[in-house]
């Protein structure tokens, strides 16, 4: 079931290529020609008009060398200024918008192109087709119109099991108390119409289930109401088309709906993985990022880096620890260099580059072979480069920041001190303000009982130290209006954290004094040295990892929990907006289980492939039986977990942890409104305080 990264990608193939499927060549470009010898065509190029959001969904997954490979010459802005480019189709791929739709047939009226096929990331309402149809009509070029499709791929998939809506602030939004109920209410829509477009990806039809009284209860309530009139009311069923397709209902996955709110501090955390910890260093964004770096004479220039979901290097360590990663980057040079240097041997060349004036024909075969093997290991170097850069700017950012020491911090927070927190304050080699920030929100909001004295003198600290105090206050405003239990915000706290530390092989207090400083390791680093020297004797006394808020929810819901539901309409949102509900961590006071138990009490369920029965619209009192229950122990093996308000890599790593450990090994996808850092976040709540 799970989002599989290609079935996207295969859509927006399949886009390029005028909606067919891509058949036959050495590039997929070229179809059979129609005399049914097999032989390849010439392959037909074309253009790619797209606005800022579709350009965003194309070049997640896609490169420039991938658009020419299917036939793409030129992509350009819908917005830019055009020539003409004669006797050449065009793909339009745009958002149903009236604004797209006007700047298309003003496009088709200057006769731009030769034809023009017309993609729509969503569903287009049938006004707004009316509107375009009018439109063609009377420029007399409809004729030129060869087709008009909805893609439904408004979503962007920078993971194989990851996708955001591209929605960005949207916590900020939906917490603003500027917002009318007509925005609100739109933004529930383009939540529910991506979520829709997602599913159709999958061809599955989930049950829904979501916490009462926040956003995530109306987008279940709408959501349930758009499949159920998809699927019982459409002639065209776009769900079941295939064979394959039906047969794969049979093990239905679960939709679980949640709101940020319900999770503040895994936003905050810092991470020592390579792509969470790239994600908080540098923002990753539509799978790419951008390195500032500095020269010896003080000269600043701009790097960018893509990480390409076929980098296999990437795929075998993005959730590895950093140190890790180090060391496997250094193994790969090393191998790298042995390979390089038996090739130079037998050709008897001082370098690769040298290779190329070989005379192949005189050459053993032997050495053919090795002369043939040239492309993919200049390939490799280029991608082991790329890791070597990143990881010694990371080095720097850990060295500058203090990462190590702040991440080591944390994972013993509820063994912080208020003169431990302030000393991580007031210590000038920590010279990220916002990290200071982060550090003192978590050990807060795992400290729900803390002296209003304390925490006065933190903030002085905190202001001293230069950081901008708008986000905690913000935080204090939601804390007071809504009760807030701050300490389910703080992963792997309480009785049942301190009792796995202790039982284990090593414990944290262990680690933090055989744990010398990376920092420290750092000071003595140069290009020249080796990644893999500075970790290779702290690689195996990394922490154990531990099962964030999120994870432990999933756990739960997925076990088969019951609760009772109703209905929620935008009034609803504004009453419960922000309300933690004080269950899926664990407190000095209580049980982890007990606070998730509670927490799933509230929920509310949705099966959109039920009947309507009254006044339910589908809602039940009870949870759903889960056809993908395995041995009949009521546990479901398939989820997709969506956040309304902002994830990141830190909780979708957590989940694929708990997905690959479980046994039998389970599917779950993680989605959010979009993928955010901790500064970005931060950005936000100061804006609200501002509100």
Request: aromatic fraction near 6%; glycine fraction near 8%; charged fraction near 20%.
């Amino acid at each position: 079931m799970f989002l599989d990264l290609f079935d996207s990608v295969a859509g927006l193939i399949r886009m390029l290529h005028l909606n067919d499927n891509p058949r036959s060549s050495d590039n997929g470009t070229n179809n059979t020609n129609g005399n049914g010898g097999g032989e390849p065509e010439a392959p037909i190029w074309k253009v790619l008009i797209f606005d800022s959001f579709c350009r965003d969904v194309v070049s997640t997954v896609l490169r420039v060398n991938d658009l020419r490979d299917n036939g793409v010459t030129v992509h350009m802005q819908l917005e830019a200024q055009r020539s003409p480019i004669p006797d050449v189709p065009a793909i339009y791929f745009v958002q149903p918008k009236r604004e797209s739709i006007a700047r298309m047939s003003e496009d088709i009226a200057r006769d731009l192109y030769e034809l023009y096929y017309v993609n729509y990331a969503s569903s287009l309402p049938r006004a707004l087709l009316e509107e375009f149809a009018v439109q063609t009509t009377a420029s007399g070029k409809a004729h030129q119109i060869a087709q008009v499709y909805d893609q439904y791929l408004n979503f962007l998939c920078p993971e194989e099991n990851m996708f955001s809506l591209h929605l960005p602030s949207t916590f900020e939004s939906i917490h603003n108390p500027s917002m009318t109920d007509v925005a609100m209410s739109s933004l529930i829509d383009k939540i529910v119409s991506s979520l829709f477009s997602v599913l159709l990806t999958l061809k599955t039809v989930p049950t829904i289930c979501a916490p009462r009284g926040n956003a995530a209860e109306m987008v279940a309530t709408r959501l349930d109401a758009k499949l159920r009139e998809h699927i019982l009311g459409s002639r065209h069923n776009l769900f079941t088309e295939d064979a394959e397709d039906i047969l794969s209902q049979s093990r239905r996955p679960m939709l679980i709906l949640l709101d940020r709110d319900f999770d503040l501090g895994s936003m905050f955390m810092h991470s020592w993985t390579y792509q969470a910890l790239l994600h908080d260093i540098y923002d990753i964004r539509l799978n790419q990022i951008t390195v500032d770096k500095t020269d010896d004479a003080g000269r600043k220039s701009t790097k960018s880096y893509d990480l390409n979901v076929n980098d296999s290097f990437w795929a075998r360590n993005a959730d590895q620890p950093f140190p890790e990663v180090a060391v496997s980057i250094d193994d790969a040079s090393n191998a790298f260099k042995r390979e390089a240097d038996e090739i130079t041997r037998m050709g008897g060349v001082s370098s690769l580059d040298e290779m190329g004036n070989i005379d192949v024909g005189a050459s053993t075969k032997q050495l053919q072979r090795a002369i043939t093997t040239l492309p993919e290991l200049t390939a490799r170097k280029a991608n082991i480069d790329m890791h070597m850069n990143i990881a010694t700017s990371m080095l720097d950012a850990i060295k500058n920041r203090q990462l190590d020491d702040l991440f080591q911090i944390e994972e013993q927070l509820t063994r912080q001190t208020k003169t431990s927190i302030l000393e991580a304050i007031n210590d000038p080699e920590k010279k990220n303000p916002h990290d200071k920030l982060r550090l003192f929100i978590l050990y807060l909001l795992a400290n729900e009982t803390m002296r209003q004295g304390d925490i006065d003198e933190c903030e002085a600290a905190l202001a001293a130290a230069g950081c901008d105090l708008a986000p905690l206050h913000y935080l204090h405003k939601l804390k007071r209006v809504n009760k807030m239990n701050a300490s389910v915000s703080s992963p792997g706290i309480g009785p049942a954290s301190a009792t796995a530390n202790t039982s284990g092989a090593m414990g944290s207090n262990d680690l933090l004094g055989k744990f010398s400083s990376i920092s420290n390791r750092l000071a003595g680093f140069t290009e020249g040295s080796s990644l893999g020297s500075i970790f290779s004797n702290v690689r195996n006394l990394l922490p154990t990892r531990k099962q964030l808020p999120i994870t432990r929810v999933v756990e739960s819901v997925m076990a088969g929990k019951s609760a009772g539901g109703s209905g929620l309409g935008i009034g609803g949102i504004r009453a419960g907006i922000g309300a933690a509900t004080g269950s899926s961590g664990s407190s000095g006071n209580g049980s982890s289980g007990n606070a998730v138990a509670k927490m799933i009490d509230s929920f509310v369920y949705f099966d959109p492939k039920q009947a309507r029965r009254g006044n339910l619209a589908g809602s039940n009192a009870s949870m759903p039986h889960h056809p993908s229950v395995a041995g009949g122990d009521g546990a479901a093996q398939e989820a997709i977990v969506f956040v309304i308000g902002g994830g990141n890599y830190v909780e979708y790593q957590n989940l694929m942890e708990f997905a690959q450990q479980s046994s039998p090994r389970k599917h779950i996808v993680y989605g959010s409104t979009t993928i955010v850092n901790a500064d970005g976040f931060l950005n936000e709540l100061s804006r609200l305080n501002a509100a």
